[in-house]
């Protein structure tokens, strides 16, 4: 072999290690040299700028990020792929990889989890989400067995909404009222004539009249412009909302171990960001309706607040009695509601 030759072969040999050095390690990197990026499908039934689906996109991010984009994910909100109605029938047949939405929405398919959205007197939606979050795991709902959860957050508080001023009891009997249907109880206790609708269909109905308020966390003033007809709030917290996300099952067992602890990792982190971004965005939204549309804040008398405390104390014990009766946890999860409230509220902090 010529010095020439033996020179060209060495080359050649050198440029091919270094070459199949690079393969291995982005086959190390990626899971497989060459291979095409994971693509989640998630879908959410309310609009791309409301807070759950800034949740969302805060979730997309990360964990393209943090898979160094071995993931890719898809959103679907506003219902442009699953409803309110069947977002989690949908995950399970593959409409959708993962699907957010509110228990609340289908009354009796998660019982346990209509306890702490009741009147519980959360101080925000930071301490309510960590509270949903570790609620979830330790009592985790029978519907979800089939599922992976990804991650559990919740409102603020709910607050009454209303196209005329409600200061008492008697300004809200007999109003058409919208609530998330599972917690139409508060509303009819109260002597208001509860409508139970998704958060999609408010601003039609009250464009049309067919109610004159509704109860909801109060950053959907501005997200949603309900402001424009929702001109008065009553200063009265009431009840949460949870959401829950989750995957279907064979596609979470599908992925590889380390986008599965990307994954998981991010659980609790993404359930605590979207408290403090919900908690920051309605101060945002309560200041933009006051500026924008005059919306005013309506504070009860001590006599009138005294009288829905008596009305609505009652409510959760009654439905954990009723839980109890069918054989479920119900004491033993209202009981860990109580001590996780006030452990977070204690290292949170309230208002």
């Given at each position: ?5 033996s020179?060209?072969?060495?080359v ?24 095409k990026?994971?693509?989640l499908?998630?879908a959410?039934?309310a609009?791309a700028?409301t807070?759950?689906a800034?949740?969302?996109e ?9 898979t ?5 994910v ?13 977002m989690?029938d949908?995950?399970k ?6 699907g957010?939405?509110c ?7 998660f019982?346990l989890?209509g306890?702490?959205?009741l009147?519980?007197?959360?101080p925000n939606?930071k301490?309510a989400?960590?509270?949903?979050y570790?609620?979830?795991r330790?009592?985790?709902?029978e519907a979800?067995?089939d599922?992976?959860?990804i991650t559990?957050f919740?409102?603020?508080p ?8 409600v200061?008492s ?6 109003k ?7 917690l ?18 408010v601003?039609?109905a009250l464009?049309?009249?067919?109610i ?6 109060r ?6 412009k309900?402001a424009?007809?929702?001109k ?14 989750v995957m279907?099952k ?5 992925l590889?171990p380390?986008?599965?602890k990307v994954i998981?990792?991010l ?7 979207t408290?403090?971004?919900m908690d920051?965005?309605v101060?945002e939204?309560l ?6 549309h005059g919306?005013?804040?309506?504070s009860l ?8 405390d008596?009305?609505?104390?009652p409510l959760?014990d009654?439905y954990?009695?009723?839980?109890k009766?069918?054989?479920?946890p ?9 001590e ?5 509220t204690k290292?949170m902090g309230?208002?």
């Open positions: 072999m010529t010095l020439k030759r020179l060209a072969v060495a050649i040999l050198s440029l091919a290690a270094l070459l199949l050095a690079g393969c291995g390690k982005a086959a190390k990197e990626s899971g497989s040299a060459g291979s990026p994971v693509v499908r998630y959410f039934f609009p700028n807070f759950p800034k949740q969302m805060k979730w997309k991010e990360e964990v393209e990020k943090r160094n984009g071995k993931v890719k898809e959103l679907f909100p506003g219902g442009t792929l699953l409803t309110a109605q069947n989690y949908g995950v047949n593959r409409v959708a990889d993962i957010l939405s228990p609340t929405y289908e009354p009796g398919r019982p989890l306890i702490s959205d009147p519980a007197g959360f939606a301490v989400s960590r509270v949903i570790e609620l979830v330790e009592f985790p709902p979800f067995k599922y992976k959860i559990a919740a409102t603020e709910a607050y009454l909404m209303t196209t005329r001023p200061a009891l008697q300004d809200l009997k007999g058409k009222i919208r609530i998330s249907g599972a139409t109880p508060v509303l009819k206790e109260l002597g208001a004539s509860p409508v139970g609708m998704t958060m999609a269909e601003p039609e464009q049309t009249g067919v004159e308020g509704m109860v909801s966390s950053e959907v003033l501005k997200d949603l309900l424009e007809k929702l008065y709030v009553t200063d009265y917290p009431m009840t949460v909302t949870s959401f829950v996300a279907n064979e596609v979470w067992n599908s590889p380390d986008v599965q998981d990792d659980s609790l982190e993404i359930a605590l960001w408290g403090e971004y920051n965005h101060k939204a200041e933009w309706s006051k500026k924008e919306l005013q804040i309506i008398p001590p006599a009138e607040k005294e009288a829905w008596r009305i609505l104390a959760q009654r954990v009695a009723e839980l009766a069918k054989g479920l119900a004491e033993e999860y209202k009981k860990r509601l109580e996780l409230k006030e452990k977070y290292e309230g208002k």
